[in-house]
């Protein structure tokens, strides 16, 4: 899978979106890694809120509504971290930090995982 932004044409993460569906799957997220790279994601529904403890590295997270629309990101979140809750969001997009800066990725555009 891929997630890529239709509004912007950039892709997001070229071919390793790994999908957390499941409860144990949302519950493990990224701990236990050591860092993400580039080129990966982790597509975690339902979900409206993410929390960065025991993590190694900072990461970049996009909440989708039910069509994929951005409706909140945070860019760089550091380790030990709490996001709110974004009620309308039923899945979110985490990503290597430093990627929405680089592909301009914000409120409002349209998200594409497929």
Known sequence: MR?????NGKEL???????ADS??????????RSEMLAGE???IKPCMSVHTFFMKFPIDVVFLNKRNRVIAVIKN???NRMTRLYFKAVSVL?????TLTATATG????IEIA
């Open 94 to 98: 985490e990503l290597p930090a430093g």
């Open 77 to 79: 979140l550091q380790p």
């Open 3 to 7: 997630a890529c932004n239709l509004t």
């Open 23 to 32: 409860l144990f799957k949302r519950m493990k997220g990224l701990l236990g």
């Open 41 to 43: 994601a982790l597509w």
């Open 13 to 19: 993460s070229a071919a390793n979106v790994v999908v």
């Open 107 to 110: 409120v409002g555009d349209e």
